[in-house]
């Protein structure tokens, strides 16, 4: 394979779409459509009852629009309990229509609109379970539950019960709600009519908000200055890339990405927002900066390296983007292994905790004989006493001048060609002494040691993936971005060098070259990821090798290790499945299945080449 002359369509038929505006946070609460609906059935499983009735209403910025209401027969007897609640009688629905014949006009009237009801998931459940067995598209209306609204609007002592009886008793609603559909979802609308009344004092003015505070139990009401506040983020542009909240020093608090800054930066001053620490971290901001970014990999490698630069306090995760543990052999006569931060090339990681680390060097010296102990060994006339591992034929002890440097050096080799992933001989004597274990019936000991191996074999298949990638020069990638252009980015030596777009209509080879040729300048350092971080470089493998993204150049060819762990993901990803199905999981991960492999470099299957 090689890089020459590739070209990517410059064009990609889409049909057509509306582009939508924002001029508030989301969707205007007076551009939505609801469709409050209400279901009568024979019983409470959505999988083994049947619905009886079916009442709708649409409406739209407190206008109603619509509505339809239908008896459905079932196919089935309606239990006695049921009709003494609801009134419908099997006699009531022998001459309805089937709900295959109802289905249809059902989906059509809610069609583009939100689905509203009183418990919504048990209504939006019927309708669902339906739609699976008449073979129709469910289309995943955005649901609101007026149940979970009204706990999140109102108090405890305002409304001890949201049952809707009790809310429409509450709001003296026209329509008094009896158990029949239509006259629910009627009894319902002036329900949900109430509480968007009330929601205008928690800052809620999208149907982005209002879903967001029908999910929480309890209602936060934004304080003075934290409404005052929204116009921090009115000059954040409507872009994808980074936000960046800053404190009274000009210190930043906190670090986040999304495909639209301003949307988000304004949820964050909302009765959307519930998390305690984020709201003292609002309270505190005095600024929001923000970046834009051609696309979300350029954004998601922007904020780590802004999480490495600022490490805000607000941020509990990867504040520390760069901090990473490695085991390495030890530079000395007589190597031993040990837990670094700070990686060399032959070096094995990384590791996200030093405990991991820890445990990965113990499960390599099962696998590879190299000496346990800590102390320094002179290659001269060692002198030393052997220990008790000498005794159990667990060490050569070359402390004691029993075992020479030339005779230690292949168990050096072969950790080296472990790591490298130039021979896999020390995975499959492990893999065989699970099998071993198991064969003799010592499960727990074999499920321990199942559980550390395939720990290792991921440790090993992410230093050798990552590390694959880091040694390019250069590698240009290319994804479909959903709208018929491509996202493009350039990557050298395991970092993002430039990203950019080449939009539909634009002929994106032309993209390619200028952004070439713009890139930043990297210079490879040591270790196995050539000085780049962690985390960055795990985001551009995943990036590449996922979402149909396509190589439009690579020189050298991009490949992996034949004899690497990759082979044996299969294994790993079955033990990690099997740690607590006891016997039958050890038995399941034997060496008897282990892969065969490869002859040759073989590049993944995701990394298409654009021609």
């Known amino acids: 394979m090689t890089a020459s002359a590739p070209q990517l369509p410059s064009e990609t038929r889409l049909p057509s779409e509306t582009q939508l505006s924002f001029d508030e946070l989301g969707t205007p609460l007076r551009e939505v459509t609801f469709v409050v609906l209400d279901l009568e059935t024979t019983g409470g499983s959505a999988e083994r009852d049947s619905i009886t009735e079916i009442g709708a209403v649409k409406v739209r910025g407190g206008e109603r629009i619509g509505e339809i209401g239908t008896l459905v027969d079932p196919g089935v007897g309606i239990p006695p309990n049921i009709v003494a609640l609801t009134g419908i009688t099997s006699a009531m629905v022998a001459r309805a229509p089937r709900l295959p014949a109802v289905l249809p006009s059902v989906l059509e009237f809610l069609s583009g609109s939100v689905l509203v009801a009183h418990n919504a998931p048990f209504d939006a459940g019927f309708l669902r379970s339906a739609c699976e067995r008449h073979g129709q598209h469910w289309p995943r209306p955005p649901v609101l539950c007026t149940a979970r609204l009204a706990r999140a609007v109102l108090s405890r002592a305002e409304a001890p019960s949201v049952r809707l009886g009790a809310l429409a008793q509450l709001f003296a609603t026209r329509t008094t709600p009896d158990h029949r559909a239509l006259h629910d979802a009627r009894a319902t609308v002036e329900v949900l009519h109430h509480l968007l009344e009330r929601i205008g004092n928690l800052g809620v003015q999208s149907l982005e908000e209002l879903l967001a505070l029908a999910r929480t139990s309890s209602p936060h009401r934004p304080t003075q200055r934290q409404r005052q506040q929204r116009h921090l983020a009115e000059r954040v542009p409507s872009a994808p890339g980074v936000y960046l909240f800053r404190g009274p020093r000009d210190e930043v608090l906190y670090v986040g990405t999304s495909g639209d800054l301003r949307r988000r930066v304004r949820s964050y001053f909302t009765a959307g927002e519930r998390r305690s620490r984020i709201r003292d971290m609002v309270a505190l901001a005095e600024r929001v900066d923000s970046v834009v970014c051609a696309h979300a990999l350029e954004a998601g490698v922007r904020e780590l390296r802004l999480l490495a630069a600022h490490k805000p306090k607000y941020n509990r995760r990867s504040r520390n983007p760069d901090r990473a543990w490695w085991v390495v052999p030890t530079a000395e006569a007589f190597p031993r292994l040990s837990v670094v931060t700070s990686a060399r090339d032959d070096a094995l990681g990384p590791f996200r905790s030093h405990r991991s680390a820890v445990e990965a060097l113990e499960t390599l ?152 040729t713009g890139a930043q300048t990297i210079l490879p350092a040591d270790g196995p990821l050539r000085g780049a971080p962690a985390e960055e470089t795990r985001l551009l493998y995943r990036w590449l090798t996922s979402g149909g ?26 033990a990690r499945e099997g740690t607590d199905a006891g016997r039958t999981a050890v038995a399941e991960v034997s060496p008897s299945e282990r892969p065969v492999p490869r002859a040759e470099p073989v590049p993944s299957t995701t990394r298409r080449w654009l021609h």
């Open 365 to 516: 010296l099962e696998a590879v004989p190299l000496r346990r102990c800590t102390q320094r060994i002179p290659l001269r006339n060692p002198s030393a006493t052997p220990c008790l591992l000498h005794e159990l034929g667990r060490c050569a002890a070359p402390c004691a001048g029993l075992q020479s440097a030339d005779e230690y050096a292949p168990a050096v080799a072969a950790l080296r060609d472990l790591v490298d992933g130039r021979e896999d001989a020390a995975l499959r004597a492990l893999a065989g002494s699970v099998e071993e274990l198991a064969a003799k019936e010592h499960y727990e000991r074999a499920a321990e040691r199942r559980d550390r191996l395939a720990a290792l074999i991921e440790a090993l298949e992410r230093r050798q993936s990552l590390a694959a990638l880091a040694a390019q020069p250069e590698l240009v990638g290319a994804r479909p971005d959903g709208r018929g252009g491509w996202e493009l980015a350039v990557i050298r030596y395991g970092r993002l060098a430039a990203a950019d777009v080449a939009r539909r209509g634009v002929a994106p080879m032309p993209v390619v070259g200028a952004l070439r």
């Open 549 to 574: 993204t396509r190589l439009v150049h690579c020189d050298p060819p991009w490949g992996e290790p034949a004899r690497g762990a990759a082979g044996w993901g299969s294994w790993a990803r079955r």
